[in-house]
């Protein structure tokens, strides 16, 4: 018994050390096995039916944990101009997961020890991005969202695309509310709850692939506001990837392999679904954007054709729907195809956009925030 017991204590500890509820399940099972050396045989048979569940529980989340793909390369935040470990990424109620305030070393290595980049992130207060010259707060406000090709995953601040479409107009106070990882579902939750002014331009970039996170299929996805389509509008129905609102019991839920797995069998459909829902949320934020007296500019970036086969849409079958919708949308992809993007246009060894191709985005949308200049001036002569 005291050999199973310090077993346990040992898993234990590991399991608090590294927040792992994972961890804590082979705690819990060698547990069991320890008091079962001191019931009598009534209480044993429980205590030893709930070590079988635990140790079968455990063995499934190992298996499950194997089957799982390692990533080519990682991504390590550090402490700038040095090689400390920082802390980046912190929850958020409403949204799911922020970057911390601070000032960030982002690097990325692929597995031979090559460098991807390495540059920094500046966050401020409110967890998102700030342009190191924002403009003045009484211009005109512009607002992009989406998730890391807007945030400008591997690039320095001053490389992104709504600091590139800073330069072209510093008249205008310019913000960067987008987060690597996000899909359509938190750019709708920050405009709701965020972008309120009349008057103001919300330019948001997306790419087919944003109809996964919306729907809640991948995994980093988890704890992110979850919508629904109820009647003609959107509907906030809890957490993704999750049968939980609470955050604690949804963080949880997202770090067990088995949980997870049962969650894509319950919720199958998704895939389905997902593309009606992308079409769903970028129609709301339309209708938001008319009922404050907004201006909306979808910038969008085709994906492979062989991802859009495997969605059952192609890249023009969605321009074209969400064009019937009256949005205005700008082609942002910098090429005829996804495939034939000039590698100037892209990060070796990432694929996220480069600051070449931030500044070729910033000046294909101009005219499009020309429109809206003669829309919004339109609309307060009435």
């Known amino acids: 018994m005291k050999i199973l017991l310090l077993v346990a204590l040992a898993i234990a500890s590991a399991a608090i050390y590294q927040k792992s509820l994972v961890l804590g399940l082979p705690a819990l099972a060698f547990l069991g096995a320890a008091m079962t050396t001191k019931l009598t045989r009534s209480p044993q048979s429980l205590a030893m039916l709930a070590t079988s569940v635990l140790v079968c529980w455990t063995a499934l989340e190992a298996a ?11 991504v390590v935040f550090l402490q700038p101009d040095s090689e400390r470990p920082a802390t980046y990424w912190r929850a958020s109620d409403t949204l ?9 070393r982002a690097r990325k290595a692929d597995i031979t020890g090559e460098v991807i980049y390495d540059v920094i992130y500046t966050i ?21 969202l989406g998730g890391s090709a807007t945030f400008g995953e591997g690039l320095n601040d001053d490389q992104t695309l709504p600091w590139e479409f800073s330069r072209l107009y510093p008249e205008r106070w310019v913000r960067n509310m987008a987060v690597s990882g996000w899909g359509l579902h938190q750019a709708y939750t920050v405009w709701q709850n965020q972008i309120t002014e009349p008057g103001a331009t919300v330019i948001v ?15 980093y996805s988890g704890l992110s506001p979850r919508y629904e389509m109820v009647g003609d509008g959107l509907e906030r129905t809890g957490r ?26 319950g919720n199958n459909g998704h895939a389905g679904r997902k593309i009606d829902l992308y ?30 086969a495997d969605a059952g849409y192609s890249n ?20 005829e195809r996804k495939e034939d993007l000039d590698p100037v246009y892209f990060i070796r060894g990432d694929g996220h956009p480069t600051g070449a191709a931030n500044e070729a985005k910033a000046a294909l949308l101009s005219p499009a925030s020309e429109r809206c200049d003669q829309k919004l001036l339109a609309q307060n002569n009435r």
């Open 279 to 308: 079409f769903a949320t970028l129609q709301e934020m339309g209708e938001l954007a008319s009922e404050r007296g907004q201006c909306f500019i979808v910038a969008f970036n085709k994906a492979r054709e062989d991802y859009m």
């Open 64 to 74: 499950f944990a194997l089957m799982e793909t390692p990533p080519s390369a990682d």
């Open 205 to 219: 970039q997306t790419a087919p692939w944003h109809a996964d996170r919306a729907a809640c299929i991948p995994k």
């Open 316 to 335: 023009q079958d969605i321009v074209e729907r969400l064009s019937a919708l009256g949005l205005d949308i700008v082609d942002t992809t910098l090429a």
């Open 124 to 144: 401020d207060a409110d967890g998102f991005r700030q342009p190191p010259k924002p403009g003045p707060e009484d211009g005109e406000h512009v607002y992009f």
């Open 240 to 265: 993704c990837r999750s049968w939980f609102d609470n955050q604690a019991l949804s963080r949880a839920m997202l770090e067990s392999h088995l949980l997870q797995r049962l969650y894509d069998v």
């Open 96 to 104: 799911g997961t922020l970057p911390s305030k601070g000032v960030h």
